[in-house]
Nanobody, 115 residues
Framework: QVQLVESGGGLVQTGGSLRLSCSAT????????MGWYRQAPGKERDLVAL???????NYADSVQGRFAISRDYAKKAVYLQMNSLKPEDTAVYYC?????????WGQGTQVTVSS
Protein backbone atom coordinates (compact mmCIF):
# COMPACT_ATOMS: atom_id res chain seq x y z
CA GLN A 1 0.00 0.00 0.00
CA VAL A 2 1.36 3.39 -1.02
CA GLN A 3 1.22 6.25 1.45
CA LEU A 4 2.42 9.84 1.09
CA VAL A 5 3.39 11.95 4.09
CA GLU A 6 4.01 15.68 3.74
CA SER A 7 5.83 18.08 6.01
CA GLY A 8 7.15 21.62 5.94
CA GLY A 9 4.06 23.81 5.82
CA GLY A 10 3.55 26.78 8.09
CA LEU A 11 3.06 30.51 8.40
CA VAL A 12 5.38 32.88 6.56
CA GLN A 13 5.38 36.55 5.65
CA THR A 14 5.09 37.85 2.10
CA GLY A 15 8.39 37.39 0.31
CA GLY A 16 9.47 34.53 2.55
CA SER A 17 10.35 30.95 1.70
CA LEU A 18 9.22 27.47 2.68
CA ARG A 19 10.28 24.00 1.65
CA LEU A 20 7.75 21.23 1.51
CA SER A 21 8.76 17.57 1.69
CA CYS A 22 6.85 14.43 0.83
CA SER A 23 8.00 10.89 1.48
CA ALA A 24 6.38 7.85 -0.03
CA THR A 25 6.14 4.34 1.37
CA UNK A 26 5.41 1.28 -0.67
CA UNK A 27 6.29 0.51 -4.26
CA UNK A 28 7.15 3.77 -5.99
CA UNK A 29 9.32 3.96 -9.09
CA UNK A 30 11.16 6.80 -10.78
CA UNK A 31 8.87 6.46 -13.78
CA UNK A 32 5.86 7.36 -11.64
CA UNK A 33 5.22 11.12 -11.77
CA MET A 34 5.20 12.93 -8.44
CA GLY A 35 4.35 16.48 -7.63
CA TRP A 36 2.29 19.00 -5.75
CA TYR A 37 -1.23 20.38 -5.94
CA ARG A 38 -2.87 23.03 -3.80
CA GLN A 39 -6.37 23.95 -2.79
CA ALA A 40 -7.40 27.33 -1.42
CA PRO A 41 -10.68 27.76 0.48
CA GLY A 42 -13.66 27.64 -1.85
CA LYS A 43 -11.51 26.75 -4.86
CA GLU A 44 -10.64 23.64 -6.79
CA ARG A 45 -7.46 21.66 -6.30
CA ASP A 46 -4.95 22.85 -8.87
CA LEU A 47 -1.58 21.65 -10.09
CA VAL A 48 1.42 23.50 -8.68
CA ALA A 49 4.33 21.46 -10.00
CA LEU A 50 4.84 18.00 -11.39
CA UNK A 51 7.99 16.03 -12.14
CA UNK A 52 7.60 13.31 -14.72
CA UNK A 53 9.86 10.73 -16.31
CA UNK A 54 13.38 11.94 -17.13
CA UNK A 55 12.91 14.86 -14.73
CA UNK A 56 10.61 16.73 -17.06
CA UNK A 57 8.80 19.33 -14.99
CA ASN A 58 5.57 21.27 -15.30
CA TYR A 59 4.71 24.36 -13.28
CA ALA A 60 1.59 26.43 -12.88
CA ASP A 61 2.09 29.81 -14.53
CA SER A 62 1.48 31.53 -11.20
CA VAL A 63 4.51 29.87 -9.55
CA GLN A 64 6.91 29.72 -12.50
CA GLY A 65 10.24 31.20 -11.48
CA ARG A 66 9.41 31.21 -7.78
CA PHE A 67 8.90 27.52 -6.97
CA ALA A 68 11.17 24.60 -7.73
CA ILE A 69 10.32 20.92 -7.58
CA SER A 70 12.90 18.21 -7.02
CA ARG A 71 12.99 14.50 -6.30
CA ASP A 72 15.21 12.09 -4.44
CA TYR A 73 14.51 8.77 -6.12
CA ALA A 74 16.48 6.76 -3.59
CA LYS A 75 14.39 8.18 -0.75
CA LYS A 76 11.13 8.09 -2.77
CA ALA A 77 10.70 11.73 -1.90
CA VAL A 78 9.61 14.89 -3.64
CA TYR A 79 10.26 18.44 -2.51
CA LEU A 80 8.89 21.87 -3.29
CA GLN A 81 11.06 24.90 -2.64
CA MET A 82 8.83 27.96 -2.51
CA ASN A 83 10.41 31.40 -2.69
CA SER A 84 9.01 34.93 -2.92
CA LEU A 85 5.77 33.72 -1.41
CA LYS A 86 2.62 35.78 -1.88
CA PRO A 87 -0.67 35.84 0.04
CA GLU A 88 -2.35 34.20 -2.94
CA ASP A 89 -0.11 31.15 -2.40
CA THR A 90 -2.04 30.45 0.80
CA ALA A 91 -3.60 27.00 0.49
CA VAL A 92 -3.43 23.41 1.60
CA TYR A 93 -0.66 21.75 -0.39
CA TYR A 94 -1.04 18.09 -1.34
CA CYS A 95 1.64 15.69 -2.44
CA UNK A 96 0.60 13.69 -5.49
CA UNK A 97 1.75 10.43 -7.04
CA UNK A 98 0.58 8.88 -10.29
CA UNK A 99 1.31 5.19 -9.98
CA UNK A 100 0.48 3.52 -13.27
CA UNK A 101 -2.61 5.68 -13.70
CA UNK A 102 -3.80 5.43 -10.10
CA UNK A 103 -3.57 8.73 -8.19
CA UNK A 104 -2.39 8.88 -4.60
CA TRP A 105 -2.63 11.90 -2.32
CA GLY A 106 -1.00 12.96 0.90
CA GLN A 107 -3.00 14.31 3.81
CA GLY A 108 -2.13 17.91 2.97
CA THR A 109 -0.06 20.57 4.69
CA GLN A 110 -1.22 24.14 5.29
CA VAL A 111 0.78 27.04 3.89
CA THR A 112 -0.28 30.49 5.02
CA VAL A 113 1.36 33.65 3.68
CA SER A 114 0.61 36.80 5.63
CA SER A 115 0.60 40.22 4.00
Amino acid sequence: QVQLVESGGGLVQTGGSLRLSCSATGSVYSINPMGWYRQAPGKERDLVALMQTNNNTNYADSVQGRFAISRDYAKKAVYLQMNSLKPEDTAVYYCYLDRWGTPYWGQGTQVTVSS
